[in-house]
Nanobody, 124 residues
Framework: QVQLVESGGGLVQAGGSLRLSCLAN????????LGWFRQAPGKEREFVAAIDWSGEHTKYGDSVKGRFAISRDSAKNTVYLQMNSLKLEDTDVYYCAASHYASIPSGVNGYEYWGQGTQVTVSS
């Protein structure tokens, strides 16, 4: 069983930066990739970024390409999401998720484990 714990959310002004962290407890043998999704009330969960546990492959959603960067520290069992040039529309609850698939999924159905989410609010 994998438990995911997100941290690092908060309030930031437009144009600013935040770094989210996701600590994976329960053993890295249970998953091959970790990803970030986000969701606003009444909307579908949106793919943001994902990375395989080797760190060799990453994938990004179109809305964050060039602004967000995902990385992992295998020694700490932690994945990071560096968010730069934040926009008002980046305001959402951000969720960390883990997948056992060898290829990095971008759909919610590709992930078996989910964290509880961390709120990111971008103000003008």
């Amino acid at each position: 069983q994998v438990q995911l714990v997100e941290s690092g959310g908060g309030l930031v002004q437009a144009g600013g930066s935040l770094r989210l962290s996701c600590l994976a407890n329960g053993g890295t043998a249970n998953f091959n990739a970790l990803g970030w999704f986000r969701q606003a009330p009444g909307k579908e969960r949106e793919f943001v970024a994902a990375i395989d546990w080797s760190g060799e492959h990453t994938k990004y959603g179109d809305s964050v390409k060039g602004r967000f960067a995902i990385s992992r520290d295998s020694a700490k069992n932690t994945v990071y999401l560096q968010m730069n040039s934040l926009k008002l529309e980046d305001t959402d609850v951000y969720y960390c998720a883990a997948s056992h698939y060898a290829s990095i999924p971008s759909g919610v159905n590709g992930y078996e484990y989910w964290g509880q989410g961390t709120q990111v609010t971008v103000s003008s």
